[in-house]
Every structure is written in structure tokens, then in C-alpha cells.
């Protein structure tokens, strides 16, 4: 199984400018190729780096030889990459989310470049990168095999990170529980069937100050200075954010894979929800993408039971404990009563016991509901 090792690292002057001048080549490489297949069609990389090689002896392009050939080369196969995504996205081929047409690449996004193993090496805990020299990454953990390769990144806020891929081997840990279903929330992040919640991290701070910059930054004039700086501001604070987040998302799933063996998630259509631009919705959306793929992935390392149930079932419409029918709520209630057991729910926890029970396969459906048997919503104005 392939994972990916991320150190950060702060480079000398002269590395940060080596590394300026390798990212203007990637990108060159990159927009190059991508220009040429957008005229007439993907011409595949065979050819595309034949034309890399023959564009390095014109006069326009040789300052691309300044640079080690190896990460022109990985922009291409990138790009090859990026279009097969699209192509197979086009025909249905591919899960999830669909993916766009490859994109130029601007000076002011985020900036990376991949060594494979003949171009980069690591010895006494430094990074050897070809024409660039020697790195010194933070090595937070070790590295727990010989990455098949590096990507040197560089991000909005001007950070610098190494990224490896490294083989690891899938870990069995003994889980205490059987199984486990999650309703994932706006304010209380995460309810778990075993009653257990989990709050979002509070965004409120840097979603304050980024609306704050975004207003100024609407204000600034275009390729000024001040603007510049505006922006590499609001780039920070959304790295706080999602720094934030990902802690965050990192130690929940991995508690949640260690503790069960089978772990249940409500399939909700969260690329046609992130449409609504509001900051602090968006927040959380993109939260719970991010933890399902962590829980997929961990799932995967730790050998568990990965389950989705459809987001057509009705999860928030019946008592999980006698599975009377009680219907449609509005969202405002936070606590149902049930006419039919006695029991008092909260309405989240009760949906994660359904998703639970219908992941693994335990259904009420035998159980008849009436239409005489009243339901009294016991209405909470305010969300818990
Ligand atoms: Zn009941």
C-alpha cells in the first residue's frame, strides 16, 4: 500500500532560487504540452517528451536544460495522468466527483516538481535533489521504507515541503467493537452510534479575518504590491484553517478505524452541496470529503470494513431502538419522543444507530408502523 510522507523544509537563498527557476520549468513544461494537446487532442507522453526534447534545442526554450530533465519529464506524465482522470470521468468510468480538463498552471498557485529515484537521494538525513543540492527537511517521523519518489512542493503562503511515497505495510490492530454508524453534522461534527460526539474545531477566528482580507483585497488594485501581500495573508489564514482541519479530521478517523471493525458512513452528495458559497458550510463539507477519504484510506491500512449506505435511506425517519415509522422532521428538531417505545432520542444519535444498523445489514422492516400511533417531536429551538 502507498502512502505519502510530507516534511517541511526551509531551503537557502540560493536553493530558494534553484527551486524558483526548476518550478518555472515545470510549469513551462506543463502549460507547453497542454497548449499543444488543447490545438489538436491529447497526443499522449511518448510524444509529448519528444517534443520536450526537441523544444530544449530551440532558442526560445534551452534554459530548459538548466534544470534536471527528471521533473519536465514527471509534469508530462502528470499531464497524462490529468487526462486520463478526464477522459474516464467523461465516459462514467470514474467514482466520485467529476474531473475537469487539465488546466494551465499560474505563477501565483501552489508550486511543485517530482524526482524519481535516479535524480534524488537520502543520506544522513538530507535530501540530495539533482541540481538543486543538498535539503535538510524537519524529520518529524521516519521515513518507514525507501520512498520510489520525492515532490518538492512550495504552497500560496510560501512554505516549502518534501513529499515522499513510500510502501507501507497494512497494520492489524485488534478493534474492541464491531461496528460503528456516523451521522456527520455542521456544528457537532460527528455523532456515533455508541453515543460518542465529536464538535468541529472553532474556524470562527480566521473565517473572520479571511472575510476581513477578502474585502480589502476587492478594494486593492490589480498586480500591486499591497494586493500581493493581501493575498499571501488570506493564503495563510486558510492554511491555519485547513492545518486545523486536518489535525482535527487525522486523529478522529484514526481513533474510529482503531476502535471498530466495521465503519458506516451515510453517502451524502457532497459535491453538489459545496455549490452554496457560504464560508463556514463550505468549511464542513470539505470536512466531511476529507474524513471519508481518511476513514477509506485508514480502513484499508488497518484491514477493516468500509461502508457507505444510500443517502436515500431514512435514516432520520424511525426509532432505532423499535423502528416505529415516524416520517419526515423538520431540521429544527433535536429530540424526538417515540409514542411507540417511550424512548427519547436525539436525533442524531439516533440516525448514526439506523446507519449502523443498516450498514450491517440489521433491518426493522418486519416491524409494522401504524398511522395511529402519534410521534410528538419534542421541538429544541436551539441546536445542541
Ligand atoms: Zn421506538
Known sequence: MKARYQYRFYPTDQQRQSLAQLFGCV????????????????????????????????????????VSSVPLQQSLKQLEVAYKNYFDSLKGKRKGKKVGQPRFKKKTNSQSATFMKAAFSIKDGEVYLAKIGNLKPILSRELPSEPSSVTVIKDCANRYFLSFVVEVEPCS????????????????????????KQT?????K??????????????????????????????????????????????????????????ILEDLNVSGLIKNRNLAREISLQGWREFRTLIEAKTEK??????????????????????FKWGKIDLSVRSILCLSCGIEHDRDENASKNIEMVGMGHRHDLKCTSRDGKTTPVARPNEA
Open 200 to 204: 468541529s474545531p472553532n474556524y470562527s
Open 206 to 263: 480566521p473565517e473572520r479575518k479571511i472575510r476581513k482580507l477578502q474585502r480589502k483585497l476587492a478594494r486593492q488594485q490589480k498586480d500591486s504590491k499591497r494586493r500581493n501581500r493581501t493575498r499571501i495573508q488570506i493564503a495563510l489564514a486558510n492554511n491555519q484553517i485547513s492545518d486545523t482541519r486536518k489535525d482535527f479530521l487525522h486523529k478522529l478517523s484514526t481513533k474510529v478505524v482503531s476502535e471498530n471493525k466495521a465503519i
Open 302 to 323: 488497518f484491514g477493516r470494513d468500509f461502508r457507505v449506505i444510500s443517502r436515500w435511506e431514512p435514516t432520520s425517519q424511525k426509532c432505532s431502538d423499535c423502528g
Open 27 to 66: 510549469r513551462v513544461v506543463w502549460n507547453d504540452a497542454l497548449a499543444l494537446s488543447k490545438a489538436n487532442k491529447f497526443p499522449g507522453y511518448n510524444s509529448l517528451a519528444k517534443s520536450l526534447t526537441l523544444s530544449k534545442k530551440t532558442e526560445e526554450r534551452r534554459w530548459l536544460s538548466d
Open 173 to 196: 490492530k485488534d478493534a474492541s467493537y464491531m461496528s460503528v454508524g456516523i451521522d456527520l453534522g455542521i456544528k457537532t461534527f460527528a455523532v456515533m452510534s455508541n453515543g460518542e
